[in-house]
């Protein structure tokens, strides 16, 4: 969410870096700006024929997501897998396009398919844990968390899905050990944000409208909202 900067100050040297567009959109796209992430793509896409051919499939697949054509993104992750068999990515996005249509078995198999071609990828094992907890299978979901942990060494997002279950689960003295390992962390901020989330689902909306200024300070001051 930080690299806003950069890719603006990338573009800012080179005005027809086209992933420069498609990569802002998409940090767009998933901080809630999606006006501005689809404009983002459109520009990635007015500019697609000064990009690779790999990048000619990013981009096409996230301007059509965008759009919500969601059946021509399937069609250009089809060809870019077909076109690079060992690339994680294309597998990875048809799963988050399953996982939005509802299809979640689907969603799975394919975040499955995309840890299987890159093992040390934490996204992939994030998304796996996130589709599973969607599932209900929480026991399951904790398993892949601690697994990466495990694999990949401490790091923030396993610890903030581990925090989330834990609550989810009612176990209140873990929460406490896994925001040990959060703070001052890159994903301490979206910690808090799952502490909002609690605090509004138990009904304490005066805690949250008091702390909302600092968070959104603390948001602005990452580069995640404007």
Same mark, same amino acid.
């Given at each position: 969410?930080?690299?806003?900067?950069?890719?603006?100050?990338?573009?800012?040297?080179?005005?027809?870096?086209?992933?420069?567009?498609?990569?802002?959109?998409?940090?767009?796209?998933?901080?809630?700006?999606?006006?501005?992430?689809?404009?983002?793509?459109?520009?990635?896409?007015?500019?697609?024929?000064?990009?690779?051919?790999?990048? !000619?499939?990013?981009? &096409? @697949?996230?301007?059509?997501?965008? /759009?919500?054509? %969601?059946? #021509? =993104?399937?069609?250009?992750?089809? +060809?870019?897998?077909?076109?690079?068999?060992?690339?994680?990515?294309?597998?990875?996005?048809?799963?988050?396009?399953?996982?939005?249509?509802?299809?979640?078995?689907?969603?799975? !198999?394919?975040?499955? &398919? @995309?840890?299987?071609?890159?093992? /040390?990828?934490? %996204?992939? #094992? =994030?998304?796996?844990?996130?589709? +599973?907890?969607?599932?209900?299978?929480?026991?399951?979901?904790?398993?892949?968390?601690?697994?990466?942990?495990?694999?990949?060494?401490?790091?923030?997002?396993?610890?903030?899905?581990?925090?989330?279950? &834990?609550?989810?689960?009612?176990?209140?003295?873990?929460?406490?050990?896994?925001?040990?390992?959060?703070?001052?962390?890159?994903?301490?901020?979206?910690?808090?944000?799952?502490?909002?989330?609690?605090?509004?689902?138990?009904?304490?909306?005066?805690?949250?409208?008091?702390?909302?200024?600092?968070?959104?300070?603390?948001?602005?001051?990452?580069?995640?909202?404007?």
């Amino acid at each position: 969410f930080g690299s806003i900067p950069f890719y603006r100050a990338a573009i800012q040297q080179d005005p027809q870096f086209a992933l420069a567009w498609a990569r802002l959109g998409t940090v767009y796209s998933n901080t809630g700006e999606d006006v501005r992430g689809r404009e983002a793509y459109d520009k990635a896409y007015q500019l697609r024929d000064r990009a690779s051919e790999r990048e !000619q499939f990013y981009i &096409d @697949a996230h301007y059509f997501t965008a /759009r919500g054509d %969601l059946a #021509r =993104a399937r069609e250009v992750y089809d +060809l870019w897998h077909k076109t690079y068999s060992h690339d994680f990515v294309p597998v990875h996005n048809l799963g988050t396009i399953y996982e939005e249509d509802g299809d979640l078995e689907l969603a799975l !198999q394919a975040f499955r &398919d @995309a840890s299987r071609l890159d093992p /040390r990828d934490p %996204l992939t #094992r =994030a998304s796996i844990a996130e589709v +599973l907890m969607s599932l209900g299978r929480m026991k399951d979901a904790r398993t892949v968390a601690e697994a990466e942990l495990k694999d990949l060494g401490e790091s923030p997002p396993p610890r903030l899905m581990l925090y989330i279950l &834990d609550f989810v689960t009612g176990n209140r003295a873990d929460m406490s050990e896994q925001l040990r390992h959060l703070q001052n962390t890159t994903d301490d901020l979206d910690r808090t944000a799952v502490d909002f989330e609690i605090a509004l689902c138990e009904g304490r909306f005066a805690a949250v409208q008091a702390a909302l200024p600092s968070f959104i300070q603390q948001a602005e001051t990452q580069g995640r909202v404007e």
